[in-house]
């Protein structure tokens, strides 16, 4: 008998959703992904304590400190995230740079250059990007540089679509905070096959597989182990160590949910002006986009004040 975990494995690349290095070397995920809310808790760890006062010792004399600071704690974490992961590590870029396409771009490239002074080659790496139409757009250059980039707080079908455009490698749609959204509007709870954002993923999948597109599919943001199982099969799915800990001492059954099918015509693409009115018809997407958006920023800001602080 094996666990839903390891059945899991068997037909879905399983990211940890994660900053905690400890959680990553016990679970042993493929891949990690971060975002400003898990550095900023990592940040908070005793554990990490003795790193954070070397880095600002190291330097304070910087011009615009704070943030140069917060850089290299970042991508710190990175490097150590990818010295255990044998995939890859997503690294998110600033918040307030998402509706900035060349500012987007040239954090990008200095966030890949100090991982490269790390030791740590761009292959290793994906650049998280919101994705708003400008994060898109600086996604579309940045694959053409060489630097694949994982496209998150994703909920619209116009988003998967622009993305899929863009020729980004991954794209990260989340599912609870989906399900958070529909519950609140409607006040049901959803079993797995019904939860709205299970089926908005199901649909992206759908779409990208039977339309030949190559951009990876992450499922992300997940409430409960349910969700997880009604997408087993999926490219990828990054999912938090209590969850992971969960299918690990699950040793029921797990069967598969999704497959490509056969691929048939390309999709028409889809312009700024398409995405801007399909995105904008869909009130969850629109609004938890921009809440998003918010609160990765307000965790950046959380971060830099710690930082502060110290200085």
């Not at 550095?39 to 615009?64: E, H, N, W, Y």
């Not at 409960?224 to 009604?230: K, L, S, T």
Request: include cysteine.
């Amino acid at each position: 008998m094996t666990s839903k975990l390891d059945q899991l494995r068997k037909m879905t690349v399983v990211v940890a959703d994660t900053g905690d290095l400890e959680a990553v070397r016990r679970l042993a995920p493929q891949d990690c992904t971060t975002n400003p809310s898990l550095v900023l808790k990592a940040m908070q760890s005793p554990a990490t304590q003795d790193r954070f006062a070397a880095t600002i010792a190291r330097l304070k004399g910087q011009p615009d400190a704070v943030a140069a600071i917060v850089q290299d704690l970042t991508v710190g974490l990175g490097a150590e995230l990818a010295a255990i992961v044998p995939g890859r590590v997503s690294t998110e870029v600033d918040a307030r740079l998402s509706f900035d396409k060349a500012g987007s771009i040239a954090k990008a490239r200095a966030i890949i250059a100090a991982y490269d002074r790390l030791g740590v080659p761009k292959d290793r790496i994906l650049i998280k990007l919101a994705s708003t139409w400008e994060g898109i757009s600086a996604a579309r250059e940045l694959e053409r540089e060489g630097i694949q980039c994982n496209l998150t707080l994703l909920f619209s079908m116009a988003q998967a679509k622009a993305c899929a455009d863009a020729g980004v490698f991954l794209i990260s749609p989340f599912v609870g905070r989906i399900t958070d959204w529909f519950t609140k509007s409607t006040g049901k709870t959803y079993a797995a096959e019904e939860d709205p954002g299970v089926q908005s993923v199901r649909r992206i999948y759908d779409h990208y597989k039977s339309h030949g597109i190559q951009t990876v599919v992450m499922g992300a943001s997940f409430r409960n182990p349910g969700q997880i199982e009604a997408l087993a099969g999926c490219d990828r799915l990054t999912i938090s160590p209590e969850l992971i800990g969960k299918l690990a001492d699950d040793m029921g059954d797990l069967p598969r949910k999704l497959s490509p099918g056969a691929a048939g015509a390309a999709a028409a693409p889809l312009s700024e002006a398409d995405f801007r009115w399909e995105h904008n018809e869909d009130a969850m997407a629109t609004e938890k986009l921009a809440e998003g958006i918010r609160n990765f920023h307000a965790d950046t800001l959380k971060l830099e004040a710690m930082v502060a602080a110290k200085l």
